[in-house]
């Protein structure tokens, strides 16, 4: 999925679709976070439902066949970790890391098992593995959903945005500043800009340049206005 969503992120926009497709690295991330979740919940009732009536373990085979795939997996995850600041990236690498950490878990569980006899150990490694991953997605999962709702990216202040274009010369009101993401990588940022500035061009690159330079955010549309609209709420 998230590959997928990154071959779709560098398609051109349309005439129907303007914004193109980059969003879909935003649903991405947030289909990798649920699909962890789901996966948590579904290995803790089976590790419950083990813990009550355990369940014999063939201990050499679940080690040599977990061990290639927590070296898979390893691999596969690394692949992902040099784009970590890319939500969609990072939602696959949890995905991967999380599958990893399951493989190790199962080594461990059938090794502890193959010494001990207690086939116990692996419902109860089984749930602690649940607990890693969970504490690692829930950041994805509420950034994820936060963006598929076109809230302002987590690395971002709305406030200081707001703070920074309201401090240019000329510059006596800022209204109607939304910020959202228009993929795991690309902000978006329109605002109405009340000036007394003779020289509107000189203004709206400061507030592009601003914007971007400061904030990372390059697709700016910006309304310069020499009155304050009687009709604006957010003013």
């Not at 690395?155 to 309201?166: C, K």
């Amino acid at each position: 999925m998230a590959g997928g969503a990154a071959v779709l992120a560098r398609r051109a926009a349309g005439p129907s679709r303007t914004y193109g497709f980059g969003k879909a690295t935003v649903l991405a991330a947030l289909a990798n976070a649920i699909l962890l979740i789901f996966a948590c919940g579904a290995i803790t009732f089976e590790a419950v439902r083990r813990i009550a009536d355990p369940a014999p373990v063939e201990s050499g085979l679940i080690i040599a066949v977990a061990g290639v795939g927590f070296v898979i997996n390893l691999g596969t995850a690394l692949m992902f970790m040099k784009d970590h600041n890319d939500l969609n990236a990072r939602g696959a690498y949890l995905h991967m890391m999380a599958d990893a950490g399951v493989s190790l878990g199962v080594v461990v569980s059938g090794g502890l098992i193959l010494l001990t006899g207690w086939s116990v150990v692996d419902p109860v490694v089984s749930l602690v593995i649940v607990a890693v991953i969970v504490l690692g997605t829930w950041g994805l999962f509420r950034e994820s959903l936060n963006l598929a709702l076109d809230a302002a990216p987590t690395s971002i202040s709305v406030a200081a945005v707001r703070a920074a274009l309201a401090d240019l010369p000329g510059v006596t009101a800022v209204h109607d500043l939304h910020i959202w993401g228009l993929s795991t990588t690309k902000t978006a940022l329109t605002a109405h800009l009340v000036h007394e500035r003779g020289d509107p061009k000189a203004l709206l690159a400061e507030a592009q340049s601003l914007s971007k330079n400061r904030f990372g955010i390059s697709h700016t549309t910006f309304q310069l206005e020499t009155d304050v609209l009687p009709d604006c709420p957010d003013c």
